[in-house]
């Protein structure tokens, strides 16, 4: 929507618009910032899954005093843990889990079930992130996504929320594919706003971009092009699917 022309979002009489809910992904800070700087302090944010174990909740007047937080936690408690299951110190990334939440179990998953819970008995959903002093959640990625190239983690969230905010494109995937050398790569899907785009000036475009605002550790070795991106209607992205291509499944990668 911020994309649209300036012409076109000014004609629209939004005065009466009183609540917009989002979530299924993280929301880029600068694309928040400006949706609400349209529309108003009517964007409420929850953080949550359909496992249900835990859910943590920020409206606008709260997001602009802790940008990119995606609130407190209103069901369950926030546990922040590392690889053995153990807290980590307020302010570092780690597993997110929540203890005293709803009980759940995955359908004829016993091992998945399992593998969900830590040593405390506290649940996750599989994301990263950490809490700061005052109990608000900021997301990192999801660790299933986690691109280890040359020995070093790499989120793939930072440079997806960068990505989209070029003017060319409509959405944006970054994968780890196979790399002889470094083990994985750091590869950015991107579907074009306009498909005739798609091409060498466009990934040089986008290339140039990604250095000039993002560390080059965490910049795309390769750019490829998609017409349009795996995506549910929640808006949730199917990078699976995404990566999968990569590594010897079916593609419909340029």
């Known amino acids: 929507m911020l994309k649209l022309p300036e012409d076109v979002r000014a004609k629209y009489d939004h005065s009466t618009l009183n609540c917009a809910i989002h979530a299924a992904a993280p929301c880029p800070v600068q694309t928040k910032q400006a949706m609400i700087e349209w529309w108003g302090p009517v964007l409420k944010e929850y953080y949550a899954g359909s496992e249900g174990n835990g859910f943590c909740y920020i409206s606008s007047e709260e997001w602009l005093k802790k940008p990119g937080s995606v609130g407190t936690a209103k069901i369950g408690v926030l546990k922040i843990c590392d690889e053995n299951g153990d807290e ?88 780890g594919a196979p790399d002889e050398e470094m083990g994985e790569k750091v590869v950015a899907v991107i579907q074009p706003m306009n498909w005739a785009d798609a091409g060498e000036d466009l990934r040089a475009e986008l290339m140039q971009f990604a250095r000039e605002n993002i560390s080059h550790v965490k910049t795309p070795r390769q750019i490829d092009f998609m017409e349009e991106l795996p995506r549910h209607q929640t808006g949730k992205l199917y990078k699976r699917l995404v990566r999968d291509s990569y590594w010897g499944k079916k593609s419909t990668i340029v």
Request: no cysteine; charged share 20%; net charge negative.
């Open 88 to 175: 980590v110190a307020s302010g570092s990334d780690g597993t997110i889990y929540f203890a005293d939440g709803t009980p759940f179990e995955y359908h004829n998953d016993p091992e998945k079930t399992a593998q969900s819970k830590n040593k405390h008995g506290w649940t996750t959903l599989g994301d990263v992130g950490h809490v700061d002093e005052d109990g608000y959640l900021f997301l990192t990625d999801r660790k299933a996504f986690m691109i280890i190239s040359g020995g070093v983690n790499i989120y793939p969230q930072e440079l997806e929320n960068l990505l989209v905010t070029h003017p060319k494109v409509a959405d944006a995937a970054v994968v």
